[in-house]
């Protein structure tokens, strides 16, 4: 962190198209220097809450601050802050020493010091030597790197990134967004990265909240949100999940989830009463021969293998459980042979691996 | 070869009979006119000196410039009018914006010589405006005078190339482009300049490139404003005078195409050699935003101040129209409907003659322009360019050279069946207004070609579809919308134009609205009935363009629609 | 199924009005086509006056500027579709006369005399037949007029009085054939040197110079400018439609009938004779008395009937005083038009500028004489008047052929070339106007 960098708060933001409501009760702090992450799936309103931070789209209601000031009602070109487009726009009429050196011009920087400011910005992404060619002539990767160049070499306040790997293809992606996080971290500036792909938001970011329909369904640590969804949607959107669901009831001195199909897990005795879900991830569960021993917290059922799908690292099993199907995968190893369809196994499943959620 | 073992005998053929019949209507006959350009008129013999007289006498030197001032300056007030009709139309919330659009491509139907004469009756040194003026405060202003009145009427007249190409343009312009630029600091007019601008110049040097070369070209305006010190008129009137063959008309004739053609090529070359593919995207771009109240009051002002302008002529004609005497004064002195009973009753063959000529002219554009953008952008034949440019050459071209053209190439030819000269068989005037149209209906065409994925036509062919069944049951559906589009820029001004017809009608029955138009404005009694039919005909072509406007809307919705589907299935 | 059924039909519709179209009209027999630069406000009262007396055929008019319609002669002759050639100027039926594109023809009509003032009515060769007498003279505008607090003008002379400067309007001899009529008219009655002078006088206070001839009916009938010179019937016929407009014939006008004539090979050479029949006869005849037409019958009885409110040429109430000289006409007639588009209509803003000159500096000297400067404008009229050739030489039938291009043998021989020529005249023009502006401009500030 430097001590330009500034936080970014969001109160209470509504926005709509017309009498599409789009963005509902947005509320949000990103610390100074933060590199955060918008997810969700595609329409979910992350652009639109992006943009609005940068003075695109209608007047939301509600209050934008960045550092201290309201920007709410700014216009976009009074905001100095930095937005790199999904599709880089980057001005086909302009070279790239041109479409650097722009905001610069914008901002009546005396010449003597365009120069050498855009030199560092285009030597800082590597693409100096070819400061004379027009963006037609670059490839995809060269693309995005100039149009994160133009944005920093005006040291805005806060950096904007709309899905900048979208466009790239899948090694450039992992080798962009590591030279993204390692210059976010040099800069020292606040930044927002939106995808909807989560190995992206979880490799990149610092922390990152996760939006369904217009709502902030959840924020925090990529791990605290794999691990401690606290909705189905961000559970189900997160990484694979089993789901079950059944109800809590007392049973003796405690409580457990009970169930459609009578699967039973035990549960804190402070979980209140009611209809609930059951989640657990297909990682947690293992397959184990009939009859092989486990220990106490340990939930075993017995199951037959529905169908089984290869996935490189692992095999994905799916396993019928007294009519419920649920999702196992195993770690593979060269040699294991694949458990036939029909096969009679037994699931097991540790109970600290389960979440119960309510909606 | 390539073209056999690929199936690409049925489009060699369209593309052959394209090329003959832009051959035998457009390269031979303008070759025929341009030869008397380089006859020794002495010897009989090849020359240029006819070329050295034309740069040797003051008088031509004088119009040459004049014309490139009035073309030049054309298209500068051109730019002004049409770039706020464009730019708040297409960036901004505004009520009305599809009838702005509307409204200021009607100038281009502008019925020949009433229009100037509702201009004058307007505009001129005794106008109703200057007799207003002279009443309140003592001055007038000569705005129908010499080159400036050329330059205004020009420039009301033709703006709407510009604005229709500039509007594309913009429509079509990636709104994170400008998004970009304001993110980093621009607004306002320095973003219209370094950014808006350059990325909309191709359709900006389009439109520019054909007002430039329209004025140029176009001889009935000054003409009609008593300007004889330009090239398109001193063709006009050495050609047409009794006895005065010499073969100056035709020097004149030659430099008017090679400008025209240059103008083209210069447009051509202003956006070469930059990428406008990466910004454009599919659908419209759409990045428009509220204007504040007293925006919005400004904008307002000046589009109704600009829409005022444009559309006087119209209303001067309505008042012509209605009008009983109108002499000297502000007003008609009375108003009547005897002019349009007068039309309904001798002039419906005007009417239809101009629904037919202009209609079949329009459908073999539109047939001719599928065939050509087909086969150069979807098939490898060689020299396929050369129907692209032929095509699109047509435009440089000027009225009275092709009419002139047709006279002396088809005079002798006897069509069968009918028996007369094909020169003087009214099917000569489809002809030539379908060869003047192409390059609109060309533009129109190729732009709807580019924007139909190959894949769609490759997974037709994939599925036992042969080229033929390709092009009918799949390209042209979906191109309806530009091939729409075509007819009616097509259509349109095919149905008020003259400077070919005139030399082409040769009985009154087979006579067009313009040439009903022209008859009519002979006498004294004619203005009222002339002026009506005018109307007449900007209200047919209006209803024309405004249907076809809807059918482009339906298709472009539904072929939307298909391409998502494609696209869906393509994922 | 259903959609082939549709399409078919389509096509069939379309194909019926292409058949229909291309074919009613056009019944082979009995048609008659005329090429005339008659309005249509003339044209249509013959065309349904001569269709009603003979039903079946169809008269096709096909309006022409009197110039184009003979060049649309002259260039369809190889293969010609006109019966009739009807126009105005007699020199145009000279030329096609000349190119022998005419055809003879003997009028079975009496009661028509053999002259119209000093004008024989027919032509003497028996190639054309005149059908209406036309005098020349100015229109103005009323309410113009009275605007402007201007006279009205009386004779040619008038109209070259600073008075009329910018007031004035006409066409150019090259664009209309009247005009040319017109022009010629006065440089026969004047003669060349005086005539010329009077239209540079009158060329100085144009306002403009018109394109068609009818622009200048239409310029006074819009209050474009006041006065107009013009033929009589379109003065007579915006009277008639009711324009605030009026005519009158200065004395030098020529009466010169308007003609008519079979076009050689015509295809239907009997319904074209048949037309000149009805023309010439006593109901053809007083069509032209329709308030729309307004033109001067040549059958003098009818000038003790319906014709009674216009002026009888026969009786001399027309005063024209002018014998026109066809043949001279026609030996100069593209020299003519030359000249007059190079000293007048391509140079107005010069000549112009000259002229207004010249008025300031003559009415400065009214109010201040001073003989030197009165000998200084003097010398500028003279310059503004000059013409670059005298009458001899327009009357060289070796020059005149430059101007004529239309070689009938590729062994005719022309030296010199029409732009060449023109181009040295301009020289001349332009260098005289710019003189002399600059004396009167002198002149004038003598005699401040
Ligand atoms: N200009 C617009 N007009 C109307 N609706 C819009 C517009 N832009 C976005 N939306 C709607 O807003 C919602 C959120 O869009 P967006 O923010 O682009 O989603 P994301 O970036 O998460 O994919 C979507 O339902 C979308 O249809
Ligand atoms: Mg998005």
């Keep these: 962190m430097n001590d330009r960098s500034q936080r970014i708060l969001i109160e209470n933001l509504h926005l709509s198209f017309g009498d599409t409501h789009v963005l509902k009760g947005i509320d949000l702090e990103i610390a100074p220097g933060e590199f955060f992450a918008f997810l969700g799936p595609s329409g979910s309103g992350k652009s639109t809450l992006l943009r609005a931070i940068a003075g695109f789209g209608p007047l939301p209601e509600g209050r934008i601050l960045i550092g201290d000031e309201d920007v709410t009602r700014q216009p976009p070109w009074a905001r100095n802050v930095g937005m790199v487009f999904q599709s880089y726009a980057l001005w086909p009429h302009m070279t790239v020493w041109k479409n650097v050196a722009f905001g610069l011009e914008e901002r009546r920087v005396p010449k003597a010091e365009i120069t050498p400011r855009v030199e560092r910005a285009l030597d800082m992404v590597g693409l100096l030597e070819l400061a004379d060619r027009r963006p037609s002539q670059l490839s995809g990767g060269q693309q995005q790197r100039v149009a994160l160049a133009r944005t920093i070499v005006v040291e805005p306040r806060v950096l904007l990134l709309d899905e900048p790997l979208s466009n790239l293809d899948a090694n450039l992606r992992i080798q962009m967004r590591r030279e993204l996080r390692s210059l976010q971290r040099k800069l020292g500036i606040t930044t927002i990265f939106v995808t909807h792909d989560q190995e992206e938001a979880n490799t990149t970011s610092d922390r990152m909240a996760v939006l369904d329909q217009g709502v902030i369904q959840q924020v925090g640590t990529p791990m605290e949100l794999y691990d401690n969804p606290t909705n189905l ?29 009578d699967i039973v897990i035990p549960v804190a005795a402070d979980e209140p009463e009611g209809e609930a879900t059951a989640i657990f991830r297909p990682q947690n569960v293992h397959l184990k021969a009939q009859g092989e021993k486990t220990d106490e917290s340990t939930i075993c059922l017995p199951g037959r293998i529905a169908h089984s799908e290869f996935l490189g690292s692992l095999i994905r099993y799916g396993v019928d459980l007294a009519g419920t199907e649920i999702l196992v995968d195993e770690p593979h190893q060269a040699g294991q042979p694949v458990l036939p369809e029909g096969a009679d196994v037994t699931a097991c499943l540790s109970a600290d691996q389960v979440r119960i959620l309510r909606e | 070869m390539a073209a056999q073992s690929r199936g690409q005998w049925g489009a060699a053929g369209a593309g052959l009979a394209v090329l003959i019949l832009l051959l035998a209507f457009l390269v031979i006959p303008v070759a025929k006119v341009v030869y008397v350009a380089f006859v020794d008129v002495n010897t009989g013999g090849f020359t240029l000196l006819n070329f050295v007289d034309f740069f040797r006498t003051s008088l031509f030197r004088e119009s040459f410039v004049n014309s490139l001032y009035v073309a030049g300056m054309s298209v500068v007030f051109a730019s002004i009018i049409s770039m706020p009709l464009a730019y708040f139309t297409t960036r901004f919330n505004f009520a009305g914006a599809a009838l702005i659009q509307t409204l200021g491509v009607i100038p281009l139907i502008m019925p020949p010589f009433v229009g100037a004469v509702a201009m004058q009756m307007l505009f001129g040194a005794n106008g109703s405006v200057n007799l207003l003026l002279d009443e309140w405060f003592g001055f007038t202003i000569p705005f129908m005078e010499g080159l400036n009145g050329v330059i205004l009427v020009e420039s009301i007249h033709y703006f709407p190339f510009i604005l229709i190409n500039l509007s594309a343009s913009l429509n079509n312009i990636d709104r994170a482009m400008e998004e970009s630029a304001q993110n980093l600091g621009a607004h306002g007019f320095r973003l219209f300049r370094r950014i808006v601008f350059p990325l909309a110049m191709p359709g900006f040097a389009a439109g520019a490139a054909l007002v430039f070369l329209k004025v140029f070209d176009d001889l009935g305006t000054p003409l009609l404003l008593n300007v004889n010190n330009m090239l398109a008129p001193q063709a006009y009137l050495r050609i047409s005078s009794i006895g005065i063959t010499d073969p100056m008309g035709y020097v004149i004739s030659v430099i008017l195409v090679a400008f025209s053609l240059l103008s083209l090529w210069t447009s051509y070359l202003a956006t070469r050699g930059r990428d406008y593919a990466s910004v454009q995207k599919g659908g419209g771009g759409l990045m428009r935003r509220d204007l504040r109240p007293w925006e919005k ?80 952008w979807r098939t490898d034949l060689p020299g396929r360019k050369v129907l692209d440019y032929l095509g699109t050459a047509a435009v440089a071209v000027p009225g009275v050279v092709l009419g002139i053209g047709y006279l002396r190439t088809f005079h002798d030819l006897n ?95 087979d006579a067009p609205l313009s040439y009903g138009i022209y008859v009519y404005m002979q006498t004294a009694a004619g203005r009222g009935p002339g002026a009506a039919l005018g109307v007449l005909a900007v209200i047919i072509v209006g209803i024309a363009t405004w249907m076809s406007h809807r059918f482009v809307e339906r298709t472009r919705a539904t072929a939307e629609a298909d391409r998502k589907l494609a696209a869906a299935a393509g994922a | 199924m259903k959609r082939a059924i549709r399409k078919t039909a389509c096509l069939a519709a379309g194909l019926a009005v292409l058949l229909m179209s291309g074919v009613s009209a056009r019944a082979m027999e009995d048609s008659l086509v ?16 001569f269709e009603a007396k003979h039903p079946g055929v ?128 006065v440089l026969q009655g004047d003669g060349w040197k005086k005539g010329w002078a009077l239209w540079k006088g009158i060329g100085g206070n144009l306002k403009t110079v018109t394109e068609r001839s009818f622009g200048v009916p239409s310029g006074v009938n819009s209050g474009e400018f006041g006065i107009g010179i013009v033929i009589d019937f379109f003065g007579f016929s915006s009277k008639a439609t009711g324009y605030p407009v009026d005519f009158r014939y200065p004395s030098v006008t020529a009466l010169v009938p308007a003609n008519i004539a079979i076009v050689k090979n015509a295809p239907h050479p009997k319904n074209a004779a048949a037309f000149i029949e009805f023309l010439l006869s006593a109901d053809g005849q007083k069509l032209l008395l329709d308030p729309k037409i307004q033109r001067l019958p040549v059958r003098p009885d009818l000038y003790d009937g319906p014709a009674k409110h216009l002026p009888n040429p026969f009786k001399g109430e027309v005063a024209a005083k002018v014998k026109f000289d066809v043949k001279k006409s026609k030996a100069r007639y593209n020299l003519v038009n030359s000249l007059f588009d190079v000293m007048i209509t391509y140079r107005l803003d010069d000549l112009k500028a000259a002229t207004k000159a010249i008025h300031e500096a003559a009415a400065a000297l009214a109010k201040k004489p001073n003989p030197e400067a009165a000998k200084l404008l003097d010398e500028a009229r003279a310059l503004v008047a000059a013409v670059p050739i005298d009458e001899a030489k327009s009357m060289d039938a070796q020059f005149a052929a430059i101007f004529k291009k239309k070689r009938k043998k590729a062994t005719d021989k022309v030296t010199g070339r029409q732009a060449e020529v023109e181009q040295k005249w301009d020289e001349m023009v332009r260098a005289n106007y710019a003189k002399a502006k600059e004396l009167a401009m002198k002149a004038a500030a003598m005699a401040k």
Excluded at chain 2, 431 to 443: C, E, F, K
Excluded at chain 2, 466 to 494: E, N, Y
Excluded at chain 3, 37 to 48: E, H, I, Q, R, W
């Design chain 1, 233 to 261: 949607f961000v559970a189900g959107f997160l990484g694979s999940a089993n789901r079950l669901p059944g109800r809590i009831v007392t049973e003796g001195a405690g409580r457990v989830f009970r169930a459609e199909n």
């Design chain 3, 58 to 185: 169809k008269v096709e008019m096909l309006k022409k500027k009197t110039t184009a319609g003979v060049k649309y002669i002259q260039e369809t002759a190889s293969n010609n579709t006109s019966d009739l050639f009807w126009a105005s100027a007699p020199d145009a039926f000279e030329v096609l006369k000349g190119d022998g594109l005419l055809q003879k023809y003997q009028v079975k009509a009496k009661g028509i005399p053999a002259k119209i003032g000093a004008f024989p009515i027919n032509d003497p060769d028996g190639y054309y037949k005149g059908f209406a007498a036309s005098g020349y003279g100015f229109m103005w505008n009323t309410r113009y007029m009275k605007a402007k607090k201007l006279p009205v003008p009386k004779e040619w002379d008038d109209l070259t009085k600073p008075v009329y400067f910018g007031h004035v309007g006409m066409s150019a001899p090259s664009r209309s054939g009247t005009t040319h009529l017109t022009v010629e008219t």
């Design chain 2, 297 to 376: 009051v400004g904008a307002w002002a000046l589009i109704l101040f600009i829409l005022a302008l444009v559309l006087s002529p119209h209303f001067g004609l309505l008042l012509l129209s209605f009008g009983t005497i109108w002499s000297f004064s502000v007003l008609p002195d009375g108003f009547t409907l005897a002019h349009y009973r007068e039309v309904f009753s001798t002039a419906l063959p005007y009417i239809t003659n101009t629904l037919l000529y202009a209609g079949l002219a329009a459908l073999f554009d539109v047939i001719v322009a599928t065939a050509i953008a087909y086969v150069v």
């Design chain 2, 415 to 509: 069509v069968p069946i009918v028996g007369k000269p094909l020169a003087s068989w009214w099917v000569i005037i489809v002809i030539a207004l379908m060869i003047r149209r192409l390059p609109y209906a060309l533009r129109a065409c190729t732009a709807a070609l580019q924007q139909v994925s190959v894949s769609l036509e490759e997974a037709a062919q994939n599925l036992g579809a042969g080229r033929f069944d390709t092009v009918r049951r799949i390209v042209v559906p979906l191109m309806a919308g530009g091939i729409a589009a075509g007819f009616v820029t097509s259509f349109a001004t095919a149905a008020v134009e003259l400077s070919a017809t005139i030399m082409l009608v040769s009985a009154e029955s």
């Design chain 3, 34 to 49: 005329i090429v005339t630069s008659f309005p249509k406000d003339l044209t249509s009262v013959f065309k349904k006056a």
